[in-house]
T-cell receptor, first 113, second 109 residues
Framework: KAGVTQTPRYLIKTRGQQVTLSCSPI?????VSWYQQTPGQGLQFLFE???????NKGNFPGRFSGRQFSNSRSEMNVSTLELGDSALYLC????????????FGSGTRLTVV | EDQVTQSPEALRLQEGESSSLNCSYT??????LFWYRQDPGKGPEFLFT???AGEEKEKERLKATLTKKESFLHITAPKPEDSATYLC??????????FGTGTRLQVFP
C-alpha cells in the first residue's frame, strides 16, 4: 500500500516569498500532522488536521498555516519566508485518534536564501 | 509542559557491542511513548509504541522498555545497518506528539 507522499521533495525560495507544501496521507488515514525538523531544535509540532478541521496547533507564528481537504490530503503554507524557516518539513498520517503510531513521509527540504 | 530528553546525543559502537539509549520524559496523562528510527534524508520510521509502565516490546535486535519516568531502547549485538538516529516521542492529554532531539547511533564493522 502506498505510503505518505510529500511534494515537492526539494524547494528553494527567497526571503519574503511564500510557499505551499503538499501531503497525501495513506489511504484511509484521516489525520494529518505537520512537523518542522531542524538540526538544532529537532522535530517541532506545527499542527494536526482531522476530517478537515484543525485539531491541534504548535507554537509557531501565524505565517504558518495549513488546511485539509475532503480526501484527507493536506497542504501547509508559509508566508513571508525567513531564513530561519529553512528546514525539513515532515507530514505524518494516522487513522484517527490512534496511539498506534504515525507514518511519516520523506519530507520536503525547504531552503530559504 | 510535556518534555522529552534523550541521551546520549551520539553513540559509537563496535559491531556486536550491545548498549542502551535513554529517553526521559514528563507528560500529563501518558497515552503513548513512541520510538522511531530516522535515516539521513528520510522521514522517521515507526518502531514501537509503549502504553504503560512495565511494558516491553521487541523487534529483531531492538527491545524497548518503559517506566513511569523513562524509556530505554536496548540494542543487542548491533550491526552496521542499525546505524541511524533514534527518536523518542510522547503523546499525552494534549494529543500532540512531542519529540526528543534523538540519539545518533553509528555502528562500525
Amino acid at each position: 500500500k502506498a505510503g505518505v507522499t510529500q511534494t515537492p521533495r526539494y524547494l528553494i525560495k527567497t526571503r519574503g516569498q511564500q510557499v505551499t507544501l503538499s501531503c497525501s496521507p495513506i489511504s484511509g488515514h484521516r489525520s494529518v500532522s505537520w512537523y518542522q525538523q531542524t538540526p538544532g531544535q529537532g522535530l517541532q509540532f506545527l499542527f494536526e488536521y482531522f476530517s478537515e478541521t484543525q485539531r491541534n496547533k504548535g507554537n509557531f507564528p501565524g505565517r504558518f498555516s495549513g488546511r485539509q481537504f475532503s480526501n484527507s490530503r493536506s497542504e501547509m503554507n508559509v508566508s513571508t519566508l525567513e531564513l530561519g524557516d529553512s528546514a525539513l518539513y515532515l507530514c505524518a498520517s494516522s487513522q484517527g485518534r490512534t496511539f498506534h503510531g504515525y507514518t511519516f513521509g520523506s519530507g520536503t527540504r525547504l531552503t530559504v536564501v | 509542559e510535556d518534555q522529552v530528553t534523550q541521551s546520549p546525543e551520539a553513540l559509537r559502537l563496535q559491531e556486536g557491542e550491545s548498549s542502551s539509549l535513554n529517553c526521559s520524559y514528563t507528560v500529563s496523562g501518558l497515552r503513548g511513548l513512541f520510538w522511531y528510527r530516522q535515516d539521513p534524508g528520510k522521514g522517521p520510521e515507526f518502531l514501537f509504541t509503549l502504553y504503560s509502565a512495565g511494558e516491553e516490546k521487541e523487534k529483531e535486535r531492538l527491545k524497548a522498555t518503559l517506566t513511569k519516568k523513562e524509556s530505554f531502547l536496548h540494542i543487542t549485538a548491533p550491526k552496521p545497518e542499525d546505524s541511524a538516529t533514534y527518536l523518542c516521542a510522547v503523546q499525552g492529554n494534549t494529543d500532540k506528539l512531542i519529540f526528543g532531539t534523538g540519539t545518533r547511533l553509528q555502528v562500525f564493522p
